[in-house]
T-cell receptor
Framework: GENVEQHPSTLSVQEGDSAVIKCTYS??????FPWYKQELGKRPQLIID?????GEKKDQRIAVTLNKTAKHFSLHITETQPEDSAVYFC?????????????FGKGTHLIIQP | ETGVTQSPTHLIKTRGQQVTLRCSSQ?????VSWYQQALGQGPQFIFQ???????GRGNFPPRFSGLQFPNYSSELNVNALELDDSALYLC???????????FGPGTRLTVT
């Protein structure tokens, strides 16, 4: 089955700086890559996603890049703000569609230092 | 916030007991997926229901079972509870199988 590795496990950045979280996946058939933000005690919130026919996707201060050859995708957050502090999860899903379920990484705890 | 709701919020059970968790999907969504999230870990896929049929399952034993009703709400049943079943159980609804998944707030299950 699919395996998703996520790094780093903790990331501390100064407010206003950029943050990058990286994930790799094992199944070359995977074709959907969402990112979720989870604040303490709250539900995971979908913040951005991409499919395997898109190399880069942006939404205001966040962007996701995908390298299918390397089986690698990344989340970029620019101009970080205190409210960006949370745990971020990457995930991947195979060509079976929803029936495959999402395979999640172990999460990155992003800390924004004032 | 999503329109996905779950009940109950918290639950405490004893090892060996059975539990039923409930999920109401977002209006118009016909697919519900269930995940188990242990403390400090990412969610793990249990199974998915699409139009009242199980159409995908992760690496969980048969004592984890589910149902989906005609209104697309869903239940997760766990029999013979074990201590390791203590976790946050999340459901996610999507417009259709393969679409974006939106999570509910979860049910925190503690097994003693």
């Amino acid at each position: 089955g699919e395996n998703v590795e996520q790094h780093p496990s903790t990331l501390s950045v100064q407010e206003g700086d950029s943050a990058v979280i990286k994930c790799t996946y094992s199944d070359s058939a995977s074709n959907y890559f969402p990112w979720y933000k989870q604040e303490l005690g709250k539900r995971p919130q979908l913040i951005i996603d991409t499919r395997s026919n898109v190399g880069e996707k942006k939404d205001q201060r966040i962007a996701v890049t995908l390298n299918k050859t390397a089986k690698h995708f990344s989340l970029h957050i620019t101009e970080t703000q205190p409210e960006d502090s949370a745990v971020y999860f990457c995930a991947a899903r195979g060509r079976g569609g929803g029936a495959d379920g999402l395979t999640f990484g172990k999460g990155t705890h992003l800390i924004i230092q004032p | 916030e999503t329109g996905v709701t779950q009940s109950p919020t918290h639950l405490i059970k004893t090892r060996g007991q059975q539990v039923t968790l409930r999920c109401s999907s977002q209006s118009g969504h016909n697919t519900v997926s269930w995940y188990q999230q242990a403390l400090g870990q990412g969610p793990q896929f249990i199974f998915q229901y699409y139009r009242e049929e199980e159409n995908g399952r992760g690496n969980f034993p048969p004592r984890f079972s589910g149902l989906q009703f005609p209104n697309y709400s869903s239940e997760l049943n766990v029999n013979a509870l074990e201590l390791d079943d203590s976790a946050l159980y999340l459901c996610a609804s999507s417009l259709d199988s393969g679409d974006e998944q939106y999570f509910g707030p979860g049910t925190r299950l503690t097994v003693t």
